[in-house]
Protein backbone atom coordinates (compact mmCIF):
# COMPACT_ATOMS: atom_id res chain seq x y z
CA UNK A 1 0.00 0.00 0.00
CA UNK A 2 1.38 3.71 -1.11
CA UNK A 3 0.69 6.54 0.97
CA UNK A 4 0.09 10.32 -1.16
CA UNK A 5 1.97 12.75 0.76
CA UNK A 6 -0.47 14.83 2.17
CA UNK A 7 -2.77 13.09 0.07
CA UNK A 8 -4.99 13.25 -3.15
CA UNK A 9 -5.85 16.37 -3.44
CA UNK A 10 -2.69 17.66 -5.66
CA UNK A 11 -3.85 14.69 -7.85
CA UNK A 12 -7.39 15.65 -8.31
CA UNK A 13 -7.18 19.49 -8.46
CA UNK A 14 -5.22 19.32 -11.94
CA UNK A 15 -7.95 17.57 -13.07
CA UNK A 16 -10.15 19.90 -11.67
CA UNK A 17 -8.72 22.71 -13.37
CA UNK A 18 -7.78 21.20 -16.73
CA UNK A 19 -11.11 19.84 -17.41
CA UNK A 20 -13.17 22.95 -16.96
CA UNK A 21 -10.43 25.39 -18.31
CA UNK A 22 -10.64 23.09 -21.15
CA UNK A 23 -14.50 23.82 -21.14
CA UNK A 24 -14.49 27.29 -20.75
CA UNK A 25 -12.68 27.58 -23.15
CA UNK A 26 -14.00 25.70 -25.95
CA UNK A 27 -17.77 27.46 -24.98
CA UNK A 28 -16.13 30.59 -25.62
CA UNK A 29 -14.29 29.79 -28.95
CA UNK A 30 -17.71 28.23 -30.04
CA UNK A 31 -19.88 31.75 -29.64
CA UNK A 32 -17.44 32.87 -32.67
CA UNK A 33 -17.43 29.72 -35.45
CA UNK A 34 -20.43 28.30 -36.87
CA UNK A 35 -22.00 24.92 -37.62
CA UNK A 36 -21.36 21.73 -37.62
CA UNK A 37 -18.02 22.33 -35.73
CA UNK A 38 -19.97 24.93 -33.20
CA UNK A 39 -22.37 22.31 -32.15
CA UNK A 40 -19.52 19.06 -31.78
CA UNK A 41 -17.31 21.74 -29.42
CA UNK A 42 -20.34 22.61 -27.50
CA UNK A 43 -20.95 18.89 -27.03
CA UNK A 44 -16.98 18.24 -26.29
CA UNK A 45 -17.14 21.45 -23.65
CA UNK A 46 -20.00 20.03 -21.97
CA UNK A 47 -18.44 16.93 -21.36
CA UNK A 48 -15.56 18.59 -19.93
CA UNK A 49 -17.58 20.42 -17.25
CA UNK A 50 -19.24 17.66 -16.34
CA UNK A 51 -16.53 15.17 -15.63
CA UNK A 52 -15.16 18.52 -13.98
CA UNK A 53 -17.92 19.16 -11.80
CA UNK A 54 -17.85 15.41 -10.86
CA UNK A 55 -14.26 15.67 -10.20
CA UNK A 56 -14.62 18.56 -8.49
CA UNK A 57 -16.55 16.32 -5.49
CA UNK A 58 -13.51 14.75 -4.60
CA UNK A 59 -11.17 17.56 -5.10
CA UNK A 60 -12.77 19.65 -2.25
CA UNK A 61 -13.48 16.47 -0.22
CA UNK A 62 -9.63 15.83 -0.44
CA UNK A 63 -8.87 19.41 -0.22
CA UNK A 64 -10.92 19.88 3.17
CA UNK A 65 -9.07 16.49 4.46
CA UNK A 66 -5.70 18.53 3.63
CA UNK A 67 -6.85 21.32 6.02
CA UNK A 68 -7.73 19.92 8.70
CA UNK A 69 -4.68 17.45 8.76
CA UNK A 70 -1.34 18.71 7.16
CA UNK A 71 1.18 20.46 10.19
CA UNK A 72 0.97 24.49 10.08
CA UNK A 73 2.44 27.37 11.25
CA UNK A 74 -0.08 30.68 12.10
CA UNK A 75 0.94 32.38 8.66
CA UNK A 76 0.49 29.39 7.10
CA UNK A 77 -2.44 28.67 8.49
CA UNK A 78 -4.14 31.97 7.38
CA UNK A 79 -3.32 31.24 3.91
CA UNK A 80 -4.38 27.87 3.62
CA UNK A 81 -7.49 29.46 4.96
CA UNK A 82 -7.96 32.02 2.19
CA UNK A 83 -7.30 29.04 -0.32
CA UNK A 84 -10.18 27.41 0.97
CA UNK A 85 -12.34 29.80 1.28
CA UNK A 86 -11.51 30.69 -2.26
CA UNK A 87 -12.32 26.82 -3.39
CA UNK A 88 -15.59 26.75 -1.80
CA UNK A 89 -16.93 29.46 -3.76
CA UNK A 90 -15.06 27.96 -6.73
CA UNK A 91 -16.57 24.44 -6.60
CA UNK A 92 -20.13 26.22 -5.93
CA UNK A 93 -19.77 27.85 -8.79
CA UNK A 94 -18.77 24.76 -11.20
CA UNK A 95 -21.51 22.54 -9.45
CA UNK A 96 -24.16 25.46 -10.21
CA UNK A 97 -22.91 25.56 -13.70
CA UNK A 98 -22.81 22.08 -14.55
CA UNK A 99 -26.58 21.95 -13.35
CA UNK A 100 -27.29 24.48 -15.36
CA UNK A 101 -26.32 22.74 -18.53
CA UNK A 102 -28.05 19.99 -17.69
CA UNK A 103 -31.24 21.58 -17.32
CA UNK A 104 -31.00 23.44 -20.35
CA UNK A 105 -29.63 20.45 -22.12
CA UNK A 106 -32.39 18.84 -20.54
CA UNK A 107 -35.36 20.71 -22.27
CA UNK A 108 -33.26 21.50 -25.60
CA UNK A 109 -32.21 25.05 -24.63
CA UNK A 110 -29.52 26.97 -26.00
CA UNK A 111 -27.02 27.93 -22.92
CA UNK A 112 -26.91 31.61 -24.10
CA UNK A 113 -24.27 34.18 -23.53
CA UNK A 114 -24.70 34.93 -19.64
CA UNK A 115 -24.05 30.96 -19.39
CA UNK A 116 -20.41 31.59 -21.17
CA UNK A 117 -19.83 34.95 -19.15
CA UNK A 118 -20.30 33.01 -16.14
CA UNK A 119 -17.65 30.10 -17.53
CA UNK A 120 -15.26 32.67 -17.89
CA UNK A 121 -15.51 34.39 -14.12
CA UNK A 122 -15.32 31.03 -12.76
CA UNK A 123 -12.86 30.35 -14.83
CA UNK A 124 -11.00 33.62 -13.64
CA UNK A 125 -12.16 32.54 -9.78
CA UNK A 126 -10.41 29.13 -10.22
CA UNK A 127 -7.15 30.49 -11.49
CA UNK A 128 -7.37 32.62 -8.49
CA UNK A 129 -8.06 29.66 -5.50
CA UNK A 130 -5.20 27.42 -7.78
CA UNK A 131 -2.68 30.70 -7.59
CA UNK A 132 -3.18 30.64 -3.86
CA UNK A 133 -2.99 26.79 -3.59
CA UNK A 134 0.61 27.08 -5.01
CA UNK A 135 1.81 29.91 -2.49
CA UNK A 136 0.02 27.14 0.45
CA UNK A 137 2.83 25.00 -1.06
CA UNK A 138 5.32 26.60 -2.80
CA UNK A 139 5.78 29.92 -0.30
CA UNK A 140 4.73 28.19 3.08
CA UNK A 141 6.04 24.66 2.52
CA UNK A 142 2.66 22.70 3.79
CA UNK A 143 2.10 19.40 2.56
CA UNK A 144 6.07 19.35 1.71
CA UNK A 145 7.69 16.44 3.79
CA UNK A 146 11.58 17.59 3.76
CA UNK A 147 13.24 20.29 2.09
CA UNK A 148 16.48 20.00 0.20
CA UNK A 149 19.72 20.46 2.07
CA UNK A 150 23.53 21.93 1.16
CA UNK A 151 25.97 20.95 3.70
CA UNK A 152 29.24 21.58 3.14
CA UNK A 153 31.83 21.68 0.11
CA UNK A 154 31.39 19.10 -2.71
CA UNK A 155 27.40 20.13 -3.44
CA UNK A 156 28.01 22.09 -6.42
CA UNK A 157 25.82 20.79 -9.62
CA UNK A 158 24.97 21.86 -13.06
CA UNK A 159 21.89 21.95 -14.59
CA UNK A 160 21.46 20.61 -18.60
CA UNK A 161 21.40 24.15 -19.74
CA UNK A 162 24.27 24.97 -17.99
CA UNK A 163 23.15 26.94 -15.28
CA UNK A 164 23.94 25.38 -11.42
CA UNK A 165 23.72 26.50 -7.57
CA UNK A 166 27.37 26.94 -5.72
CA UNK A 167 27.87 25.02 -2.63
CA UNK A 168 26.56 25.94 0.47
CA UNK A 169 29.72 26.95 2.21
CA UNK A 170 29.59 30.43 0.24
CA UNK A 171 26.52 31.27 2.36
CA UNK A 172 27.83 30.93 6.51
CA UNK A 173 25.24 31.20 9.35
CA UNK A 174 25.96 34.35 10.10
CA UNK A 175 25.44 35.46 6.68
CA UNK A 176 21.91 34.10 5.83
CA UNK A 177 20.92 35.41 9.77
CA UNK A 178 21.65 39.34 8.49
CA UNK A 179 20.10 39.13 5.41
CA UNK A 180 16.70 36.82 5.52
CA UNK A 181 14.05 38.67 4.06
CA UNK A 182 10.47 38.65 5.58
CA UNK A 183 9.90 35.77 3.75
CA UNK A 184 12.53 33.70 4.96
CA UNK A 185 14.62 33.96 1.88
CA UNK A 186 17.63 35.66 0.89
CA UNK A 187 17.77 38.21 -1.84
CA UNK A 188 19.83 37.30 -4.75
CA UNK A 189 21.77 40.65 -4.52
CA UNK A 190 22.85 39.48 -1.45
CA UNK A 191 24.05 36.13 -2.25
CA UNK A 192 26.18 36.91 -5.18
CA UNK A 193 27.74 40.36 -2.35
CA UNK A 194 28.58 37.65 -0.26
CA UNK A 195 29.59 35.22 -2.65
CA UNK A 196 32.16 37.59 -4.21
CA UNK A 197 33.27 38.63 -0.07
CA UNK A 198 34.00 35.02 0.68
CA UNK A 199 35.12 34.17 -2.30
CA UNK A 200 37.45 37.30 -2.46
CA UNK A 201 39.25 36.04 1.26
CA UNK A 202 40.07 33.00 0.11
CA UNK A 203 42.39 34.06 -2.36
CA UNK A 204 45.84 33.86 -1.24
CA UNK A 205 46.88 37.58 -1.55
CA UNK A 206 50.74 38.11 -3.40
CA UNK A 207 52.83 40.40 -1.87
CA UNK A 208 56.56 41.48 -3.35
CA UNK A 209 58.92 41.52 -1.26
CA UNK A 210 60.13 45.18 -1.12
CA UNK A 211 62.81 44.94 1.76
CA UNK A 212 60.60 47.12 3.77
CA UNK A 213 59.30 45.15 7.34
CA UNK A 214 55.14 44.85 7.60
Known amino acids: MFE ?31 SPLKEQWQTVARWNLWFGAGITIITGLAGLYAYNTVAHDTPSHAAMTEHRNWAIVAITLILGLAIWSIIRVHRNLALGTAFVVAMVITGGILAATAWRGGEVV ?3 GLGVMS ?39 MPEADIEMEHDQSMSSRKPQNHKDDGHAH
Open 4 to 34: IIPNWHPIFVHFTVALFSISAGLFTITSFIK
Open 138 to 140: YRY
Open 147 to 185: LPKVEGEGHAHEHADGTGHGSADALTPEMTDQHLTQDGV
